[in-house]
Structure formats: C-alpha cells, structure tokens
Nanobody, 115 residues
C-alpha cells in the first residue's frame, strides 16, 4: 500500500519559516520524482517545486529564492523549506510522487501565514 505522509504545516507570521516533510512508503522512493503542490479553496492545484530522482530541482516563480526542496532517499522523505513566508502562501500543501504512469498524492497539510 502506497502512502505519502505529510507533516510540518501550521500557523506562522509573515516573514516566518516552516519546513514541510513527506515520508513515502510502499514505493521505490529513490526512483520517483517528488513534488510539492498547493491549493486554495476553489482554485486549481499548482506546482510549487519538484526534485527529480537525479536531484534536479524546479520552482514556481513566486517561491524562487524563498523555498527549497530537498530529498533524503535513505529516509524516504522529501522536504520543503519555506522561508520569508507571505500571506499569499496560505494554502493546503500536497506531496506528490510520480514515476511514468504512477502518480500518488498525500493527504495535504495546511499552511497559514497571517499576522
């Protein structure tokens, strides 16, 4: 059974930091591209960052320079370090694992940025 378990969401003031974690099980983790997406109510889910199995990274423009995606294959975990958080970063953040036609999602973790 495939499971992606996210943690690390919460409430933070503008300018603050959070680190999201996503631990995968039931998959050959190191072979998967891992991504973080986010979604606001009534809006489409959007890609935030991706890290490939080779360690290459891609970021959505609005988070470049503020967010960092990293993976630890030994722990089957992908991280999203979020610095300089802004109110517009408030969303539910989802972990995604993708390999060819295989595509898995976590349950989501809420991030709220507010003063």
């Amino acid at each position: 059974q495939v499971q992606l378990l996210e943690s690390g969401g919460g409430f933070v003031q503008p300018g603050g930091s959070l680190r999201l974690s996503c631990q995968g099980s039931g998959i050959l983790f190191r072979g998967f591209a891992m991504s973080w997406y986010r979604q606001a109510p009534g809006k489409q889910r959007e890609l935030v960052a991706t890290i490939t199995s080779d360690g290459n990274t891609v970021y959505e423009d609005s988070v470049k320079g503020r967010f960092t995606i990293a993976r630890d294959n030994g722990k089957n975990t992908v991280y999203l370090q979020m610095n300089g958080l802004k109110p517009e970063d408030t969303d539910v953040y989802f972990c995604n694992a993708r390999f060819m036609q295989l595509n898995y999602w976590g349950q989501g973790t809420q991030v709220t940025v507010s003063s």
